[in-house]
Structures are given as C-alpha cells and as structure tokens.
C-alpha cells in the first residue's frame, strides 16, 4: 500500500512517542520488528528508518525495547527521561524529541525523494513545508483523532488502521 505513494529513496521518521498514544487509541499495538520489515519491502533498498523516543534510563524494559529496536535496523535517536520535581515528593517525567527529528527530516531533505513521518503532531507542519519547497514527496501515518488538521492538509495521510493485519502485534 504504501509503495504507490512513494518515489525514490525512502527515508521513514518515527515519532515513538506519538505513535505511542496513537497505539492506545487504536486498542491495538504495532510490533516493530514486523513495521521495519513491512517498511523495507514497500520502500526498497536505501530506505533508511529513524526512530526518535525517551527512555527511563532505570528500567530494563526499556532497554530491551532500544536493543531490539537495535536489532532490528532501527536508526535510533534518544534522550534520557527528565524528572522534574513537581512538589515534594511528585515528579513529571519529560522526554520529548520532536525538535530532533523536525530538524534532521529537513537536514537530510537532499539525501532523500519521500519522507514519511509517523506522527499526528502539528508541530511538524513547518518542517514539512520545508521539505515540499524543495519537491519532497511526504506521507503522514497517524490515525483518526491522533492527527492534526494542519497535516492532514499539507501530505499524503495513511491511517494506521489500514496497515493493522500487516504490523500489528
């Protein structure tokens, strides 16, 4: 499905922590190691796959989840979860890449023919204008209720929940 929306080489970015709560939305979970394997076949070779996420530095889970991610040819982008004290004894946890992946989707614009983002989050508006000035193809893969009007308006939308039987845990 995705390969008729795509040209030439393929670079994919995943805002883990956006599909994160686009997975809750759908009741269902995305397995990674059968999304990276979906991706290189409708994407061809030179189809390179960044993923961008925080992690609690405390808990083995996570680190199990990085390694696999590791394994299985993810291009990984990380930060370390911040606790902020919120009062004496409540912290919020903060770990938050966006910016990171904005600027590296635009940094390699020359490098790549179609970017597909894995997100609904409207801050990737501008970046996508960016990389359509320069005759970038851009696909958005988020879901309904999880995807912002200004994305919807400016790329290809696919909805995870055509991708389910293909990804899906």
Same mark, same amino acid.
């Given at each position: @499905? #995705? /390969?008729?929306?795509? /040209? =030439?080489k393929v670079y994919v970015f995943i805002d883990n922590s956006n599909v994160f709560y686009a997975q809750k939305? #759908? =009741?269902? /979970?995305?397995?990674?190691?059968k999304l990276i394997k979906y991706l290189k076949k409708e994407c061809g070779r030179g189809m390179k796959c960044f993923i961008y996420l925080a992690y609690d530095e405390n808990k083995q889970s996570e680190r199990k989840? !990085? +390694?696999? !991610? +590791?394994?299985n040819s993810y291009i990984l982008r990380t930060k370390a979860i911040k606790r902020i004290?919120?009062?004496k004894n409540y912290f919020k946890h903060k770990g938050n890449l966006d910016i990171e992946l904005? #600027? *590296? @989707?635009? *940094? #390699?614009a020359n490098s790549y023919q179609t970017a597909v983002l894995f997100s609904g989050d409207s801050d990737f508006a501008a970046p996508i204008d960016r990389i359509k000035r320069k005759g970038k193809r851009i %696909?958005? %893969?988020?879901t309904r209720g999880r995807i912002?009007? *200004?994305l919807l308006e400016r790329?290809?939308? %696919? +909805? !995870?929940r055509k991708l389910k039987n293909k990804i899906s845990q």
């Open positions: @499905m #995705l /390969k008729k929306f795509t /040209k =030439g939305t #759908l =009741g269902w /979970k995305i397995s990674y190691s989840f !990085l +390694d696999m !991610l +590791d394994i004290r919120i009062k904005a #600027l *590296e @989707m635009v *940094e #390699l %696909i958005v %893969i988020s912002a009007k *200004e790329a290809k939308f %696919i +909805d !995870l």
